[in-house]
């Protein structure tokens, strides 16, 4: 089984920065992309950023230039920086790894969910 630990959530006043981190841990090979999704109450979840294993980048144009998407493919780790909060950032973030195959012989890798945690901006 592959989990998914996120970290780094928290209250912030506007203008302010904060660092999610999530580390994928179990049985993997490879993993093709990490990202974030945020879910804000009454709203669907949207796609933040993502990041593939060879370091494409994809940013919701909500969060361009204000967030930065990381990953460190030999801890299985994504981060992201995000600075200059606004209000409208609350949510809670979620952590996702797509196509995680679990030996060299898997064609198709499965899709995973962190927990999430709660990001709130707020003076």
């Known amino acids: 089984q592959v989990q998914l630990v996120e970290s780094g959530g928290g209250l912030v006043q506007p203008g302010g920065s904060l660092r999610l981190s999530c580390a994928a841990s179990?049985?993997?090979?490879?993993?093709?992309?990490m990202g974030w999704y945020r879910q804000a109450p009454g709203k669907q979840r949207e796609l933040v950023a993502a990041?593939?294993?060879?370091?494409?980048?994809n940013y919701a144009d909500s969060v361009k230039g204000r967030f930065t998407i990381s990953r460190d493919n030999a801890k299985n780790t994504v981060y992201l920086q995000m600075n200059s909060l606004k209000p409208e950032d609350t949510a809670v973030y979620y952590c996702?790894?797509?196509?995680?195959?679990?030996?060299?012989?898997?064609?198709?890798?499965?899709?995973?969910w962190g927990q999430g945690t709660q990001v709130t901006v707020s003076s």
């Open positions: 996702n790894a797509a196509g995680v195959r679990k030996g060299p012989l898997e064609v198709r890798g499965a899709d995973y």
């Open positions: 179990g049985s993997i090979f490879s993993i093709y992309a």
């Open positions: 990041i593939t294993s060879g370091g494409s980048t």
